[in-house]
């Protein structure tokens, strides 16, 4: 590759400007992607430092114009080096161009105004002071003397507290400034984004199990192992606790540790029990911050100022140069996967950087996804298990309550009389309710009332979607059939939609349970910066009973007096039109339902649901992880589904409905003109929603056994696309996709 793209200035604004060099024969065979090098740059051909983003047969620049050449490689590329090259990494494993999976990795800084603050330093030494002393009593100088007084007690004073608290001038300190009594200094400040005044307390007893598990990963660690380890906790099982005391001897060993947790789920609360154990020294990423506090987050990084990045999964580019530990809580969340190109997935990418830096992988969750058990019984991961609560209380005990029979009895509510009954009770006794309306897949699949029956797929057994045009549609295999008014299964009326929301919930319980007072979080009560802390610190001051809300409440909360949890709609995420159904729902109903009995009292878990015989139900309400995971298995391997398969999504748009179809219908011919028995092409279909903004869409699904077969295809597709003159629309890929199209 004789030319190189590079880029002078590591940001994002100027990643559409490489310049293209000539890689002269002695580093021919030397340079690659990632390298920071020294070029001659601009009209007096200075000598500056770039970084390689490309390299290239074909220049692409103009007969008669001679490109400069690279001058030398550095041998240290620095920390843009390997995010350059994790971008590469990500591009060739996931589409997508090499810029877009930069714009992606590198860290998005924009600019920020820097906040300075001034300190008065005392100069003068005690002879001195006090000789200033008795002489701006003798002149009445009262300013004066109020200042002095103050620098006698403290060597360093801010100037903001001795201008409005002291009401000392500022001529008064400039004259003690030119006496050189004083010094006049300025600091850079950060925006604070961390609670202030919170103690620290990093003394941690760790039980038996625990301690098992920290010395195991900590010993791998010593001993240069980079195995990925899978922690599979129950919920309130001290899986934190862990985390913490492997961080610990990380940052101890001079190395940097990042902690990815799902947006939803960082908390407060989950902030401050790491602030109390590593202070200062931690930096955060979230949506909420502004601007300003984003920039002081990342400086403080390449200041050298920070050990420990908190954040969700954009947190996984934070710029440390010694990453010696990426833990991923809650590993199983669907957030950890990228919607925008490319669509990559945290872990996959907290794998490669881990490898780059030679350091340690820690998944944790108490629903490991279906990918990650499948590796840990496969030792592909090291698994460590905590089946206990840390403070021994058991788990709740979980009710399912059967809908279609409190439908048969005439209960019409939406609260079934075993909730009813349990929620009175816990008012009685003013413990704490949470009430988790389960909304996803709320959209497109139709259930009976009376028996539970679910329309699905003949081919590909995922719920068929309702459309606007009456058609029930599946968006695998592009299977329909008519909107139906009565049940096939036991002849009811009662088949429709489910059609209710939080605050359709909260107006009932103010009517049925007019003595309580309630809490709501959802999107429209969190829309402020501090919308959640203001909710949960007003629901752990007990001045609500009840709080009601989506899978918001049920991520990152400990409130230990909750001893009542009810699951409305359990049903709704068990039908979604997509593979991951079942094992979405059993994850949010083993985490709804490990939110009850946290503190001294036991707690009780009701299910609400219409199909009480589900797997994923049943599994759920008896806490059972190795149930459900063998029974899902037998499933996903029979359907070819991830894990025990492989799944790449082709996803086609268009702004025009015929040039679609055009371009869909040539690469369906294209892949099934060239596919083998290794793969299986189904589509094109229409996607779950068909036209978003006049933009059609349209998928294509390629099943294969092993994932680097489908890389392949993505590359034949890549490479069919650049050499046709097709510009009908634009093609994407999604590996493995968390979520239907």
Not at 93 to 103: E, K, M, S, Y
Not at 420 to 441: A, P, S, T, V
Request: hydrophobic share 35%; aromatic share 8%; with cysteine.
């Amino acid at each position: 590759m004789p030319f190189a793209d590079i880029i002078v200035d590591i940001s994002i604004e100027k990643l559409n400007r490489p310049f293209t060099y000539e890689v002269p024969d002695s580093l021919l065979d030397i340079v690659k992607i990632g390298d920071q090098v020294m070029i001659p740059f601009g009209r007096g051909n200075s000598l500056k430092k770039g970084f390689v983003i490309g390299l290239k047969e074909e220049s692409g620049v103009e007969e008669g114009i001679i490109l400069k050449k690279i001058d030398s490689i550095l041998p240290d590329c620095g920390i843009y080096g390997e995010l350059i090259r994790l971008s590469k990494f990500m591009a060739e494993q996931f589409g997508g161009t090499l810029n877009q999976a930069l714009r992606t990795c590198l860290p998005l800084k924009k600019p920020g105004k820097i906040k300075e603050k001034e300190y008065i330093y005392r100069k003068a030494d005690d002879d001195t002071l006090s000789l200033e002393i008795a002489e701006a009593n003798r002149k009445h100088a009262v300013a004066r003397l109020r200042l002095l007084e103050a620098l006698k007690e403290d060597m360093v004073i801010p100037r903001d507290i001795i201008v409005k608290k002291l009401h000392v001038p500022g001529d008064t300190i400039r004259k003690l400034a030119e006496k050189d009594i004083i010094v006049i200094d300025k600091k850079r400040e950060y925006r604070e984004v961390l609670p202030n005044g919170i103690n620290r307390n990093t003394e941690i007893v760790l039980n038996d199990s625990q301690k098992r598990i920290v010395d195991s990963v900590i010993a791998d660690y010593k001993s240069g192992a980079n195995n990925v380890s899978l922690i599979k906790g129950v919920t309130g099982s001290g899986k934190t606790e862990v985390y913490m005391e492997i961080m610990d001897a990380v940052i101890r060993d001079g190395k940097k540790v990042i902690l990815l947790i799902p947006e939803i789920a960082l908390t407060y609360q989950t902030l401050i029990r790491y602030y109390r154990r590593f202070g200062d020294r931690i930096a955060v990423l979230h949506s909420k911050l502004s601007d300003g506090e984003r920039f002081d987050q990342i400086s403080r990084v390449e200041n050298g100022e920070v050990d420990i990045m908190i954040g969700p999964r954009s947190a996984l580019f934070t710029p440390f140069k010694d990453i010696g530990l990426i833990v991923i809580d809650e590993e199983h969340e669907n957030a950890y996967k990228s919607e925008q190109i490319p669509r990559y997935h945290a872990v996959a990418v907290a794998k490669e950087r881990i490898r780059m830096s030679h350091g340690m992988l820690i998944l944790g969750s108490a629903t490991p996804s279906m990918e990650s058990f499948y590796k840990a019984k496969k030792g592909e991961y090291k698994l460590y298990e905590l089946n206990e609560r840390f403070y021994k209380n058991p788990l709740p005990e979980v009710h399912i309550a059967d809908m279609r029979e409190e439908l048969r009895k005439g209960n019409v509510s939406i609260f079934s009389d075993k909730l009813d009954e349990l929620i009175k009770d816990r008012l009685n006794k003013h413990e704490q309710i949470m009430l988790f309306l389960n909304r996803r897949g709320i959209s497109g699949f139709v259930s009976c009332r009376s028996c539970g029956y679910v329309v699905k797929c003949p081919n590909c057994d995922v719920s068929l979607t309702l459309h606007s045009n009456k058609k029930m549609v599946c968006h695998y295999c592009g299977y329909e059939t008519p909107e139906i008014k009565t049940c096939p299964s036991c002849g009811s009326k009662y088949i429709a939609g489910f059609k209710v929301g939080t605050e359709k919930i909260e107006e009932l319980i103010h009517k049925n349970y007019p003595e309580a007072t309630v809490l709501r979080m959802d999107a429209d009560t969190t829309k402020g910066k501090t919308g959640h802390e203001d909710i949960v610190a007003a629901f752990i001051n007990k001045e609500a009973d009840i709080l009601i809300g989506t899978q918001m409440i049920v991520k990152g909360h400990d409130f230990p007096d909750v001893t009542l949890v009810g699951i409305l709609a359990a049903d709704m995420s068990l039908f979604a039109s997509d593979y991951h159904a079942n094992e979405n729902t059993f994850e949010l109903l083993t985490q709804a339902a490990g939110r009850a009995g946290r503190g001294n009292i036991p707690g009780e878990v009701v299910i609400q649901t219409y199909n009480p015989e589900n797997f994923a139900i049943k599994t759920a309400a008896s806490h059972d992880y190795n149930a459900f995971y063998n029974e899902e298995i037998m499933y996903r391997s029979l359907m070819k589904y991830p894990p025990a398969g492989n799944l790449l999504t082709i996803m086609i748009t268009s702004d025009s409905e015929e040039k679609i179809e055009r371009l869909a219908g040539d690469l369906a011919s294209v892949i099934r003109g060239a596919s083998d028995r290794s793969v299986t092409v189904l589509g094109p279909v229409d996607a779950t929603i068909k036209k978003i903004n006049n933009v059609y869409r349209k998928v294509i699904y390629i099943k294969a056994k092993e994932y680097e077969t489908l890389v392949i295809w993505k590359n034949r597709i890549e490479e069919y696309r650049r050499k046709t003159e097709y510009r009908d629309g634009s093609v994407g890929f999604d590996f493995n996709p968390s979520e239907s199209f």
